[in-house]
């Protein structure tokens, strides 16, 4: 499983060697360290972000072992997306139900709207709306774009989708 | 010196062009090793013939060869029968339909073993692969740069300088009308009619704009693209189309916002053409009546090139381009 982790490390030498080891020592993935020097807490801690893989089995062991090295673990989540992008309706978006729009790609389970913004000029006119949509896998985003422009042509609005996804 | 002699079908605005950039650049093609004569040029109310080579400079000042010009009343497919020549320019309005009366003109040339050059995509939407198999069963060359991109590179960029590289995809902006309309809808916030008036009043855009708003043009362009780089069976009716006309000031102003602009798109081999959103950053990002393309390769990457869609002498000179490679180069972009 995909896994996000804040620590905080004391500044003094080696504290970052120290929080990576039980990666290492538990066959974790790591995808990401983000090692914010210049934003110390006001306890004088180091903040780091962490993207990892592992197996759900050996999260405690790492957290033990994290917290045996003296590394304070602030949070831990799953971080199940990994693909986003960014989409424009355009048409009678509101009057074609834009909650039921959205619940078509909230309802797959692998895709959420995640930010939702809305023009509308006038009652008569068409209406623009831009949405994010966040998903959890490359695969699992194009059956939510999918979706979206199924749900486009049924309800006559135009979907304009990215050139691009963008990995988070 | 190698003298071309060619026959010129068609004398519009693009006919013109070509004129113009043959007398501008004689010099220089002179020093290429090459004596371009256009031995005639036809256009829809007759033809002028001079063995010796045609005065462009006459056919310049008239709009139609009716105005004096003149010496025959021969149509086009009589002219590239009956008139000795090496290559045929064809440069006839285009009609993606059924093709005509290019179509036609081309198969007679190439019939003849007779070279063609042309920015008329009517006849390659139509019939690509029955003309590519035409030119090569009688020992003849077809280009056609001009009916892409105008004077980007990019048949002759895949052909010849990636050649080695397969060509995993082509998108881009391929009509500088919708490119000139959408980037005045954002810039200045003028809703869809007031940026289309504006583009009729500067020539940029067609009295009757559908064949570019409606994204026509950019998917006869993908057709072509479809089955020359990508050695496709496909026709117009295949190529998915959703043109600009429902584009919104309120949309690219929710683009602009968060960094996006919205571009008319196609793309082969989706066969796709649509409004997409368009990073900022992206090299995609021209405006104006500019085109631009990116070439995904398995070799070299992606390769994007950008350039002028249209206008009189910059189609002429892709034309002018085409002419020079066929008699300065070896066959390597013949091998489809």
Do not use: W
């Amino acid at each position: 499983m995909r896994l996000s982790m804040d620590l905080e490390l004391q500044d003094v030498p080696g504290q970052l060697i120290l929080a990576l080891e039980p990666f290492r020592l538990y066959k974790g993935n790591i995808i990401s360290v983000v090692h914010h020097r210049d934003r110390k807490t006001p306890r004088g801690t180091i903040p780091v972000q962490l993207v990892f893989e592992i197996s759900g089995s050996r999260i405690e062991q790492v957290k033990n072992h994290l917290k045996k090295n003296n590394i304070s673990v602030v949070r831990i989540g799953e971080d199940r997306f990994v693909e986003e992008v960014s989409v424009l309706l355009v048409g009678h978006v509101v009057d074609s139900d834009l909650g039921d729009t959205i619940n078509q790609i909230d309802s797959t389970g692998f895709a959420e709207v995640v930010d939702l913004c809305l023009k509308m000029p006038g009652i008569e006119d068409p209406s623009s709306a831009y949405i994010k949509i966040r998903a959890t896998g490359k695969e699992e985003m194009s059956k939510a774009l999918a979706i979206l422009r199924e749900v486009g042509v049924q309800k006559d609005l135009l979907v304009i989708e990215p050139i691009e996804a963008e990995m988070l | 010196m190698k003298e071309i002699r060619i026959s010129q079908v068609g004398c519009g605005i693009v006919g013109h062009g070509f004129l113009e950039v043959v007398r501008r650049k004689r010099d220089m093609l002179r020093d290429l090793g090459l004596d371009l004569k256009i031995v005639s040029v036809t256009d829809h109310t007759g033809t002028i013939y001079e063995k010796n080579g045609v005065d462009p400079k006459k056919v310049l000042g008239v709009k139609t060869l009716a105005e004096g010009v003149a010496n025959s009343d021969m149509k086009g497919l009589e002219a590239i029968e009956e008139i000795e020549s090496d290559l045929v320019v064809e440069v006839t309005p285009t009609n993606i339909d059924h093709g005509q009366p290019g179509l036609g003109h081309m198969e007679m040339a190439l019939t003849q073993g007779k070279n063609v050059v042309t920015s008329n995509k009517g006849p390659l939407v139509v019939a690509f692969n029955r003309l590519k198999d035409l030119a090569g069963e009688n020992g003849a060359r077809l280009k056609y740069e001009a009916t892409v991109g105008g004077t980007m590179p990019l048949i002759s960029l895949v052909e010849r300088n990636l050649v080695g590289n397969n060509i995993l995809g082509i998108k881009g902006i391929f009509n500088g009308t919708c490119n000139y309309i959408l980037t005045r809808m954002m810039e200045e916030g003028y809703p869809y009619g007031y940026a289309l008036m504006e583009a009729q009043e500067l020539g940029i855009a067609e009295a009757d704009p559908a064949y570019d708003v409606e994204g026509i043009d950019t998917a006869a362009k993908m057709t072509i693209l479809a089955n020359s780089v990508f050695g496709m069976n496909v026709k117009y009716d295949d190529i998915d189309v959703t043109g600009i006309t429902d584009i919104t000031t309120e949309s690219l102003a929710l683009a602009r916002d968060r960094g996006y602009l919205i571009k008319l798109i196609g793309e082969v081999p989706a066969l796709t053409v649509k409004p997409m959103l368009v990073p900022r950053r992206s090299p995609l990002a021209v405006g104006g009546t500019l085109n631009a393309a990116s070439i995904e390769t398995d070799l070299s990457g992606t390769i994007t090139v950008t350039g002028l869609g249209a206008g009189s002498i910059e189609t002429a000179s892709a034309i002018l381009s085409d002419i020079v490679n066929i008699y300065t180069t070896r066959n390597i972009d013949d091998r489809s």
